[in-house]
């Protein structure tokens, strides 16, 4: 998390966020329909590092996180029906996870206008959309990526994740109703230390390049159909002409394999 940047720090150097960042958060807010006692810090004329939920840099000013997640995942906000408006170039981390975005169709767009991203989560938004593509992706240094328990029905994994390979440290989409197979590129994951993909319909063999993941300690692929021969070099890194163990700690998957 990067929110470490913020709160006091901002208050005792007397810094206030940008008006266009205070603007873009006042519009998201507007969009908001139940749970307004959330946004009761929110007040306009009150410098928006001091919001709840809102993180700036103490440097700068420059809003840095926003994190508007519910700690009662029973508890559902009713969200936006669109994020294109929502552009804080700065921001780092985003969490809008039990926050229904499940008219938003735009989703990934609004997410690419954020270049700084180092970590989203949007755990059980209702999102059904996961697009598989995008023009050009614009947020090359993320970190983190939660997108589990959304109903991304007949989706297949996305092609835009492989353009953020060389940076992912975790990977989460368990419990998206996802499809096809495991792409052989997961493999160019090689920063990669969570993947999780349980609880969902991928089906074929899992890539025998696993081995070469030397950072991956957590792989869930259980409760798939996945099938076909375990990759001899799982959990193995390969170095010049021999193999020593890889940081691989967990892993868990489908019945057929045990």
Known sequence: MVTSESSSGVQALNLHCRESEQKALLMLKDGFHTSLARFSSWIPEEDCCKWRGVGCNNETGHVISLDLHSPDSSELLQGPAALTGFRVSSMKVLDLSSVYLGDVVNWLDAVNMLPSLVELRLVSCQLHNLPQSLPSLNFSSLEVLDLSHNGFYHSLIPNWLVEVSHTLHLLNLTTCSLQGSIPHAIVNFTSLVVL???FNYLKGSIPHGFGSMTSLAVLD?????????????????????HFKHSPLRELRLPTIFC
């Open 221 to 241: 692929l259980s409760f798939n159909y996945l099938e076909g021969p375990l990759p001899a070099t799982l959990g193995l890194i390969q170095e010049s002409h």
């Open 196 to 198: 999780d993909f349980s």
